[in-house]
C-alpha cells in the first residue's frame, strides 16, 4: 500500500548522497512519485543559479490529500491516524485515518463558511490536543496558510505574529494543562489582540472541559470551534500550486523579531514523503511517537504531516517525561501504541536520568516493538548518549535540524544502509543536503577544524522557500556571510569520514530546554521595565535546560529599587510577556557591559567570563575596564 521510493529498496547512502547531488532536479522529480499529485510536475527545479529556487514549479495538490484522502481511498481508513494520549487529563482518544478526514474537512468548511480561503493566514495556538492537528489540516485543506504559535508563548508573542502574519482568523484552544497548573489561553488571545494593530476577523475556541474559561467570558463575537465544526459540511482539499505557501513559522534570530520561515506545500510534502522510511524506517502502518510540540518545527513535520503522509499511525502526547506521572512516561506510552520510534530532545532524555538514574522505569514495559531512540533539538551530550543507549538497549541516533531546513540536515539514515553511530556527531549529511565547514572567509576547512557549517544552493524540496514578506532579510540573514551556501548559524567541524559535529550557535540565539529563544526577544521585554537602562541576555551552560538565560542589567539613573525587586518584577515580566518557556530565573545587576567600539555587546565574551574561563580583553573592546568590573562583579555559573 502507498508508494515506495525507488531508493527505500537495496541502495546505498552513498549512492542515494552521490544522485541526490549530482543531479538534485532528477533526482527529486523522481521521488515526486511518493505522492498522488493533482497535477503531476514535469519538472522537479527551477533555480536560477543564485538565491532563488522553486520546487516543482508546475505541479499541483494539496498536502492533505496527500495526508488523508487518498489512505481513505486506498483502504486505510480504520488505521489509526492519531493517538491522542494526555497523561496530563488521563485520556486517551484514537482517529482512523476516515475519522481524521471527516473532522478536518468539516473544520475546513467551517472555516470557509467564515471567509478564509487560499491564501489567507490562520493564526492556531493550541496545546497537544488532536484539534492542534486537525485545525492546522483544515488550513491547509483550503490552501490558507497556518502559523502556528506555541502554547508556551504569552501574549507579547501572540502579538507578534498577529502583526506579521496579519491573519483573518485565529484558532485557539481555552487552554492547555500543566503539571502543577491549568494554562489560560484566553487572556493571552484577548490581550494579543488588543496589542497588535492587526485585528483578526474571526476567532474559534475549542472549549476544553478541563479549563474553566468559556468564550462568553471574554468576548461574544468569538465562535465554539466543535458548534462550528458541526454545522458545516466537509470540503474537498483544494488543489494548489506546489509552490504556493503550507505555514509560516516564526523562529528566532538576533533581533527581537523573529523571522516567518516559509514553507512550501509541494518541496514539503515530498521531503515529508521521502524521510519517514528512509530516515526514521518507518512505513506505511507503523506507529511513530514524537515527544515534541505542534508548536516547534519538529512537531509541524514529525507529528503532524510526515507520518500521515507517509500512511502511519502518529502518538500525540501530552504530558512531560517526568512528573507525569514518573520518569517511566515515554516508555509507557512508547510501549501501549507500540512505536516503532520514539523522537525528543536531549534535555527529555536527561530530565529521566536525573528521576530514574538506573533505568528501572524502562524495565517495566514491553519496549519489543521499539527500533530506535532518536534527539535532536539541541547537542546530545556523550554522557546522556551513553546513558540511553545503556538503558534502552537500543541505537540511539542524533540528528541535527533547524525550523528553517525542516527536516533533518545530518543524519544516520535507518532505512538506507545505517553508518556506525558516533558519540557526539548526529552522523552525515542527508541526501538533498551538501553539508561544508568553512572559516570566516568562506574557504572550506580541513577535516576536524572548526568553523561554519553552510550548505551549499539550493536547499532541498521541504526547506524553507523565503521569510515572509522580508526577502531581504532572507538574503541577509543567511546567504550573505558565504555566497553560493546558506549559512546555518550553528559552529562545528566534520572528521575524515564525513561524520558532522555540532558544538553550538554562531549568533545570539540560545536553547533553552530544546527551545529556541532569540537573547533579542528577552531583552526587549526586559528593557521596558523603567529602572532598566540597558541589559544584554547571554544563555549560561545548564547541566538539565542545556542553557538558561542570565540577564545583565544596568540600571536607569537615580533609581532607588531594590535589586531583589528588580529581579522579581523582571522575572515576572518576561513570564507574563514572554511565556514561562524561557525558564527565566537569574538577573544580575552589573555596572556597564563590554562592548565593542562600535557599539556591539561582547555577549560571548561575557558568557565566557560567567562560565569561569580565561578570558583577556578583545582587541575591539571600546573599554576593558568595564570589562574587568563585569568580571569582578558578575557571578560564576
Ligand atoms: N504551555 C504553557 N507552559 C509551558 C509549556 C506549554 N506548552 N511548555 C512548558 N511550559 C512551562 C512549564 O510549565 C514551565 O513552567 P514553570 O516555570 O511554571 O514550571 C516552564 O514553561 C519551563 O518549561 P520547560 O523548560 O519546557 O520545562 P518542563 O519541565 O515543562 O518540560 C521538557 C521539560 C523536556 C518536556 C520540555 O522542555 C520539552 O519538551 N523540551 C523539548 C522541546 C522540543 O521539542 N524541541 C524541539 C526539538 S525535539
Ligand atoms: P530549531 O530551529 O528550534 O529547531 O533549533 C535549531 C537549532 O537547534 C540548531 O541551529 C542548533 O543550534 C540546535 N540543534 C538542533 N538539533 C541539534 C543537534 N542534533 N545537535 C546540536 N544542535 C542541534
Do not use: C
Not at 385 to 400: A, I, M, R, S
Not at 424 to 439: E, L, T
Not at 454 to 475: C, D, N, S, T
Request: net charge negative; glycine share 8%.
Amino acid at each position: 500500500m502507498g508508494k515506495q521510493t525507488p531508493q527505500t529498496s537495496g541502495s546505498t547512502y552513498q549512492a542515494v548522497f552521490d544522485r541526490a547531488a549530482q543531479d538534485p532536479a532528477g533526482f527529486w522529480l523522481e521521488q515526486a512519485d511518493l505522492l498522488d499529485w493533482h497535477t503531476p510536475p514535469s519538472r522537479g527545479l527551477d533555480y536560477d543559479g543564485a538565491e532563488s529556487w522553486q520546487w516543482y514549479p508546475d505541479g499541483q495538490l494539496n498536502i492533505t490529500y496527500q495526508a488523508l484522502d487518498r489512505w481513505v481511498e486506498q483502504g486505510r481508513g480504520e488505521q489509526p491516524a492519531v493517538i491522542w494520549d494526555s497523561a496530563m487529563t488521563d485520556q486517551q482518544v484514537t482517529y482512523s485515518y476516515a475519522e481524521l478526514l471527516d473532522q478536518v474537512a468539516r473544520l475546513a468548511g467551517a472555516l470557509r463558511a467564515n471567509g478564509i480561503e487560499r491564501g489567507d493566514r490562520v493564526l492556531i495556538y493550541m496545546p497537544m490536543i488532536p484539534e492542534a492537528l486537525i485545525a492546522m489540516l483544515a488550513v491547509a485543506r483550503l490552501g490558507a496558510v497556518h502559523v502556528v504559535t506555541f502554547g508556551g508563548f504569552a501574549s507579547k508573542e501572540v502579538a507578534t505574529r498577529l502583526d506579521d502574519a496579519t491573519p483573518k482568523a485565529v484558532l485557539a484552544a481555552n487552554g492547555g494543562v500543566e503539571p502543577a497548573r491549568a494554562i489560560r489561553y484566553l487572556p493571552n488571545v484577548a490581550d494579543a489582540i488588543e496589542r497588535a494593530n492587526h485585528k483578526p476577523d474571526v476567532v474559534m475556541v475549542k472549549q476544553r472541559a478541563e479549563i474553566d474559561d468559556a468564550i462568553a467570558d471574554f468576548d461574544s463575537s468569538w465562535l465554539d470551534l466543535d458548534e462550528q465544526l458541526w454545522a458545516n459540511q466537509p470540503v474537498d482539499a483544494v488543489p494548489v500550486a506546489a509552490t504556493d505557501p503550507l505555514y509560516l513559522l516564526h523562529t528566532s534570530g538576533t533581533t527581537s523579531k523573529p523571522k516567518a520561515v516559509v514553507r512550501d506545500q509541494g518541496g514539503y510534502a515530498v521531503a515529508s514523503a521521502w524521510s519517514v522510511p528512509n530516515i526514521y524506517n518507518i512505513e506505511a502502518g507503523e506507529t511513530m511517537f514524537v515527544a515534541s510540540d505542534v508548536g516547534w518545527v519538529v512537531g509541524h513535520t514529525y507529528i503532524v504531516y510526515a507520518p500521515l503522509i507517509a500512511g502511519a499511525t502518529t502518538v500525540v502526547y501530552e504530558g512531560k517525561p517526568v512528573g507525569t506521572p514518573d520518569a517511566g512516561a515515554f516508555w509507557r506510552v512508547a510501549s501501549e501504541h507500540k512505536a516503532k520510534m520514539i523522537f525528543s530532545a536531549p534535555t527529555a532524555y536527561r530530565a529521566i536520568r536525573a528521576a530514574d538514574p538506573t533505568g528501572d522505569q524502562w524495565q517495566r514495559y514491553d519496549m519489543s516493538a521499539l527500533d530506535a531512540v532518536f534527539s535532536a533539538g539541541e547537542r546530545l551530550d556523550e554522557d546522556t548518549y551513553h546513558w540511553l543507549g545503556e538503558v534502552t538497549g537500543k541505537p540511539v541516533v542524533d540528528h541535527w535540524w533547524q525550523t528553517e531546513t525542516g527536516w533533518p540536515i545530518v543524519a544516520n539514515l535507518r532505512g538506507l544502509d545505517p553508518m556506525p553511530l558516533k558519540a557526539g556527531s548526529p552522523s552525515v549529511a542527508v541526501p538533498g543536503y551538501q553539508v561544508g565547514v568553512v572559516n570566516p572567509l568562506g574557504e572550506p576547512v580541513q577535516p576536524g577544524a572548526e568553523g561554519n557549517i553552510v550548505i551549499k544552493l539550493p536547499l532541498p524540496p521541504g526547506a524553507m522557500v523565503g521569510l515572509y514578506g522580508e526577502p531581504e532579510r532572507f538574503h541577509s540573514s543567511y546567504m550573505a556571510a558565504f555566497p553560493g551556501y546558506y549559512e546555518t548559524g550553528d559552529t562545528g567541524y566534520m572528521d575524515d569520514e564525513g561524520y558532522v559535529f555540532v558544538l553550538g550557535r554562531s549568533d545570539d540565539v540560545i536553547n533553552v530546554a530544546g527551545h529556541r529563544l532569540s537573547t533579542g526577544t528577552l531583552e526587549a521585554v526586559i528593557a521596558e521595565h523603567p529602572a532598566v537602562a540597558e541589559t544584554a541576555v547571554i544563555g549560561v551552560a545548564d547541566g538539565l535546560k542545556g542553557q538558561k538565560p542570565v540577564a545583565y542589567v544596568v540600571l536607569t539613573a537615580g533609581t532607588d529599587i531594590a535589586p531583589q525587586q528588580l529581579s522579581e518584577e523582571l522575572v515576572a515580566k518576561v513570564r507574563h510577556d514572554f511565556g514561562a518557556v524561557a525558564a527565566f530565573r537569574d538577573v544580575e545587576i552589573v555596572w556597564g557591559l563590554p562592548k565593542t567600539r562600535s557599539g556591539k555587546i561582547l555577549r560571548r565574551t561575557m558568557r565566557s567570563i560567567v562560565e569561569g574561563d580565561d578570558v583577556s580583553a578583545p582587541a575591539t573592546i571600546d573599554d576593558a575596564g568595564v570589562l574587568d568590573t563585569f568580571a569582578e562583579q558578575t557571578t560564576r555559573f
